[in-house]
Nanobody
Framework: QVQLVESGGGLVQAGGSLRLSCGLS????????MGWFRQAPGKEREFVAG????????YYKESVKGRFTISRDNANNTVALQMNSLKPDDTAVYYC????????????????WGQGTQVTVSS
């Protein structure tokens, strides 16, 4: 059984930082590209950051470049999203997702999803 479990969300003031973490069980982690997505109320789920199987390729949504950093630890089956200089517009439920082999930015191409963790940034 495949399971993705996120942690690390919460409430933070604008300009603050949060670190999200996600662990994968039930599959060989290093065979999966990993992505972070977010969904705000009334909006579509959107790509935030993604990392290839080896970590050699990384993509970011334009509005988070320079503020967010995605990383992975294949030895411990985890992927993390360090979020700095947070803004109220970053408020959303954040999801991690796993896709077999190839990194993409499309939510529809990810087969496994975590339950989501709420990130709220107050102004």
């Amino acid at each position: 059984q495949v399971q993705l479990v996120e942690s690390g969300g919460g409430l933070v003031q604008a300009g603050g930082s949060l670190r999200l973490s996600c662990g994968l069980s039930g599959r060989t982690f290093s065979n999966y590209a990993m992505g972070w997505f977010r969904q705000a109320p009334g909006k579509e789920r959107e790509f935030v950051a993604g990392i290839s199987r080896s970590g050699g390729s990384i993509y970011y949504k334009e509005s988070v470049k320079g503020r967010f950093t995605i990383s992975r630890d294949n030895a411990n089956n985890t992927v993390a999203l360090q979020m700095n200089s947070l803004k109220p517009d970053d408020t959303a439920v954040y999801y991690c997702a796993a896709r077999w082999w190839v990194l993409t930015t499309l939510p529809s191409e990810y087969g496994y999803w975590g339950q989501g963790t709420q990130v709220t940034v107050s102004s």
